[in-house]
Every structure is written in C-alpha cells, then in structure tokens.
C-alpha cells in the first residue's frame, strides 16, 4: 500500500521533471514581455497546456521513443508548442527526401510528350 | 564593305549590349562592398555525414561542434528525428540546441546577414527545399563557406563533406524554404550585427524552458550591446527574482522602469517584487500605473490578475520600502 503511494508519486515528480520551471504568480514571463512586443498576439488564445498535449500525442503517433518525449517538449517554449499544435504532421522536416517520385514522373511526363511512350491515355 | 564592316561592329555592339542586359551581377555581392569580405571558408568545421533521411541531427551536430560541443549526430536522432516523419522539425533544432545551455539565434532572411555570420566564424545551419511546387525535399545543410567573386558557397551537406554550388542554385532552395537560417552563439557572445528583437527571443527561449544561467549569460551580453533596452534589464530581475535574489531583482525592475517608464511588464512584476518585501502600498501604486498602461494591451489579463493578488493584501509597508521610480510620462 506505502510502496504504490510512493510509486505514484514518484511518477507524478518524474512528469513534472519534464516540464519546464513552473511560471511564478504574478510576474510577466521574460518571452511573454519579448512576444508581446514582437508578435501579433492572436496565438496566445490556444491554450499552453492544450498544445502540449496535442503535440506530445503527435510525437507517439510518429514514433518517438517514449522516454525521450518529455524531454523533447521541455526543450519547447509555449509559442513554438502552439505552432507545431495541430501540424507536427505537415509542417517542413528537413530529411533529405530527393523528389525521386518527381523525378520518374517529369522523365516519364517528357517521354510521352516527344512520343516515345504513350502510357497517359485520359491526356490528349 | 567599310558600310557592312560598319553594320556588323554596331550589330556586335547591340549584341554586347543585349548581353550585358540578360546577365546579372554576382547575386552574392553585398550591397555594402566594404561591409563583408570578398571570400570566406571555415575550414576547421567538422563534418558528420549523414544517414538515411538524417540530415539534421547531422546538420545540428555539425554547428554544434563548431560552437565547442561535440556529440555524435547518432546521439542527437533521439532528440531531434521523427521517425513518422523521417525528418527532423525546425523548433526541435532549436530546442536540442537549447537543451545544450547553448543559444539558438535564427537569422533574419537576407543572404547578406547570412555571410556575415560565416565571415565572423559562425557555420550557418540552412533549410533547403531541393524539391520544386508541391515536391517535398526538404533539406538541412551547413554553410561553411561562400565566394562573392566567383559566386559560390560552400556546403557540408548530406554525404557531402566539401559540396560547392553556384549562388543561384543555394539562394533558389533556400527561398524557397522561407530563408531560414540558424547559428549557436555561446552564451555571453553575440551574432555578428545582431538583430536586438531576433536575440531577446532566442534568450528568453533559454529562460523559458530552464536553462537560467545560460540566459543569464545572454542578457548580460544584450545590456552590453543595448545599453538602453529594458528588456535585458527586465530577463535578468525575473532571473533574480526566481532565484530568491529580492535585492537584485529590484534593482533589475527599477532599471527597465528607467529606461521604458511605460514598460506595463516590468511595473506589474516591480509590484509582485513589493509585495513579496512587505510593501503592500507601494505595490498598490505600482500595479495601478501599471494597469493603466496593459489597458487593452497583451499584458491586461495578466496585470489585472496581479492587482487583485496585491489589493487583497493589507496593512502598512515595513520599514526600509524602496522609493517609488519616476512616473511614466508616456502614460495614456
């Protein structure tokens, strides 16, 4: 019974030792004044906490090891947390892809226009 | 013949001329001749060659190393590679930079910021869209080198350790990625003409997910470069503030109110300062300037949610208050 209480709670300190320092009542954070000044504020409306959840079940979905994920979303700022909310999926990941599809396909698109091939029927 | 000698010189000439027209001038040229110098090349950056779909941790790894961290880019796929997406996203680099107490400034979008960054030792990591329309092909590579003269820069990219490409060819792919551009700068030094609101950003990042004594660093290095900013003044009394350090945080609030007196962020926070000392009245006139210039503005929620915290609080201020700073003259 005592060793499950203490097990649970050292699994509530492990999660919280993901997240960044805890915001102090009160006090203006040094990145909110730094936003607040330099961008539209229209992103503050998504909830943090919302879009940390959000992107912390992305980052499952696509396969990252679950005891990196919290330490991959402390590494985050709440901005950036609600960017990527909602996008993990679409937005730009460098990975060195070579448009090899685009490529078959421009090779083969060339082919048929000086007649060598005839394979895109629907086409005139 | 001297009339068609004569008719062929004037249709060479027009050729020239057409010629002169259709070329253009080395895209890499800066404006400011004398700002940059003509060549550069850091030789010394070190190169990790990538795996499969693995260019940013080797990317990443590369312009950590030049900034003095060395870790194996295998090391850097569990912290930055989405195996979903085979790729690494742009706010995972920047943290993974963080998460290394190093800072992470994102250049602004012009070749010639680029350059200067080469040219005072930084290597640049760069977003590159090799693909065209709706092809992917999104690349991350380091900028080690560029030549104004003959037009060409120099990569480590992919398997690459030494890759050249003409300018025209780099500034399309990067284009058309949105020109994005990142260097590690150690904290307590400064991108070469750095950009005051792109460098507060990247400090404050470091603030934000805990890397206090890195940020620290950072805005020590911003009140150097920006003497007259608030801001710097107001990351370092937050720093203190958090810290317990209730003297310097004071000092820290009273020196942004100084140099921006309708700075709302650093007055609401001078208020909670006040409280925390025991001075309940002098927390009451700060928050009330304060309110009165959030009215409408990012900070209202926040400064209202810290007058009613400091108004419910009674009784007198304790001995040894600090004085109220001068009022802000810019009040609305």
Redesign the interface.
């Known amino acids: 019974m005592f060793k499950r209480m203490v097990v649970q709670l050292l699994c509530i300190a492990l999660l919280n030792l993901g997240s960044p320092l805890v915001a102090q009542a009160g006090l203006i954070g040094t990145l909110q004044a730094v936003e607040a000044d330099t961008r539209a504020q229209d992103l503050a409306t998504v909830n943090a906490t919302l879009a940390r959840d959000q992107v912390r079940e992305q980052f499952m979905a696509l396969g990252v090891e679950p005891a990196e994920v919290e330490s991959r979303l402390a590494a985050l700022t709440d901005s950036e947390l609600r960017m990527l909310a909602g996008q993990v999926a679409e937005a730009p990941a460098g990975a060195d892809a070579l448009a090899v599809i685009g490529i078959v396909f421009l090779v083969l698109l060339i082919l048929e226009a000086v007649g060598v091939i005839d394979i895109f029927k629907k086409f005139p | 013949m001297r009339a068609g000698r004569a008719a062929s010189l004037a249709a060479s000439a027009a050729t020239l001329a057409l010629c002169g027209c259709a070329t253009q001038g080395p895209l890499l040229a800066p404006a400011d001749p004398g700002a940059l110098p003509p060549r550069a090349e850091l030789v010394e950056t070190p190169f990790f060659p990538?795996r499969d779909?693995q260019?940013?941790p080797a990317?990443l790894a590369t312009v950590l190393a030049a900034a003095g961290v060395t870790v194996p880019a295998d090391d850097l796929v569990?912290?930055?590679y989405?195996?979903?997406?085979?790729?690494?996203?742009?706010?995972?680099l920047?943290?993974?930079i963080?998460?290394r107490g190093l800072l992470p400034y994102v250049v602004p979008p012009s070749g010639q910021s680029l350059l200067e960054q080469v040219a005072a030792g930084r290597p640049v990591l760069v977003?590159?869209?090799?693909?065209?329309g709706p092809?992917?092909?999104?690349?991350?590579a380091v900028v080690v080198g560029y030549d104004t003269l003959e037009d060409r820069v120099v990569l480590r990219s992919?398997t690459e350790a030494r890759l050249e490409v003409s300018a025209a060819r780099f500034l399309a792919t990067w284009d058309r990625?949105?020109r994005w551009a990142l260097v590690v700068v150690v904290p307590g030094e400064l991108p070469a003409d750095p950009d005051f609101?792109r460098y507060?950003?990247a400090?404050?990042?470091l603030?934000?997910?805990?890397r206090?004594d890195a940020?620290e660093r950072a805005?020590e290095a911003a009140t150097r470069a920006w003497p007259t900013a608030a801001?710097p003044q107001?990351?370092l009394a937050?720093l203190a503030?958090?810290r317990g350090d209730l003297a310097g945080a004071e000092q820290g609030f009273r020196a942004a109110i100084e140099r921006a007196p309708g700075?709302a962020?650093?007055r609401?926070?001078r208020?909670?300062l006040l409280?925390a000392l025991g001075c309940p009245l002098a927390a009451r006139r700060e928050i009330a300037m304060a309110a009165a210039l959030a009215d409408a503005?990012?900070?209202e929620a926040?400064?209202a949610?810290?007058r009613r915290?400091i108004e419910a609080a009674t009784g007198p201020d304790a001995a040894g208050c600090p004085p109220d700073p001068a009022p802000a003259h810019s009040l609305p």
């Open positions: 990538q779909y260019c940013g990317a569990a912290e930055v989405l195996p979903g997406r085979r790729g690494s996203l742009q706010a995972e920047i943290g993974a963080r998460r977003l590159q869209k090799t693909g065209a092809w992917p092909g999104w690349h991350y992919g990625a949105g609101a507060m950003q400090a404050a990042g603030e934000a997910t805990g206090s940020a805005y801001l107001l990351g937050n503030f958090a700075d962020a650093a609401n926070n208020a909670t409280l503005g990012p900070h926040a400064v949610a810290t915290d």
